[in-house]
């Protein structure tokens, strides 16, 4: 069902930077639409950590940051740590059929 | 404090029905929707379809239409994803979440635990 892809892997050291992106079409990201960013813990509530493309919610440490261009967006996390190894999910909405919400393939962010 | 809470895990045999929650605290609950997410076993997410607990609108995804029913009661506070008959395929966790600014969704429930096996 998804239509958003991701990698399914990163890895970075300790205090490195990565990047994960998010590759949509012109039915979603490309139409303008907002992506936002979700990192799941297990046995954990998802949490949101960027909405509309750029935007941290209150407590959601400035080494996470979000970027949009074309149809595809990313997500950088600077200054990597143990605590950030988890799997990270991009968010959007598609115009096509009725008009619904994707998601991304999903990405696993292993901290070396 | 803003939270959703869902129902405990279910173990469930094929054919049977099934109604999960999610109660919501900490906000006016009628004034934001509320979405459903699946997550099968080592697989990522997926929409199923979100309510409008003010209303009961709701709005499935093409892919879960007619196999699931989403409803919410707002003097309670809460919002539920109902099957009349299961699969084994409808195990996953399930997940409810609330729509936030620029359609995002902010707050999550715990996620529940559905495993339907004979």
């Known amino acids: 069902q998804s239509v958003l892809t991701q990698p399914p892997s990163v890895s970075g050291a300790p205090g490195q930077r990565v990047t994960i992106s998010c590759t949509g079409s012109s039915s979603n990201i490309g139409a303008g639409y907002d992506v936002h960013w979700y990192q799941l813990l297990p046995g954990t509530a998802p949490k949101l950590l960027i909405y509309g493309n750029t935007n941290r919610p209150s407590g959601v440490p400035a080494r996470f940051s979000g970027s949009k261009s074309g149809t595809s967006a990313s997500l950088a996390i600077t200054g990597l740590r143990a605590e950030d190894e988890a799997d990270y999910y991009c968010h959007s909405y598609d115009s096509s059929l009725s008009g619904w919400d994707v998601f991304g393939t999903g990405t696993k962010v292993t901290v070396l | 404090e803003v939270q959703l809470v869902q129902s405990g895990a279910e173990v469930k045999k094929p054919g049977e029905s099934l109604r999960i929650s999610c109660k919501g605290s900490?906000?006016?609950?009628?004034?934001?929707?509320i979405g459903w997410v699946r997550q099968m076993p080592g697989k990522g997410l997926e929409w199923m379809g979100i309510?409008?607990?003010?209303?009961?609108?709701?709005k499935n995804s093409p892919s879960f239409k007619g196999q699931v029913t989403i409803s919410a009661d707002k003097s309670i506070n809460t919002a539920y994803l109902q099957w009349s008959s299961l699969k084994a395929s409808d195990t996953a966790i399930y997940y409810c979440?609330?729509?936030?600014?620029?359609?995002?969704?902010?707050?999550w429930g715990q996620g529940t635990l559905v495993t339907v096996s004979s």
């Open positions: 900490g906000y006016s609950f009628s004034n934001y929707w």
């Open positions: 979440a609330r729509r936030g600014p620029r359609i995002s969704l902010d707050f």
């Open positions: 309510i409008n607990p003010g209303d009961s609108h709701t």
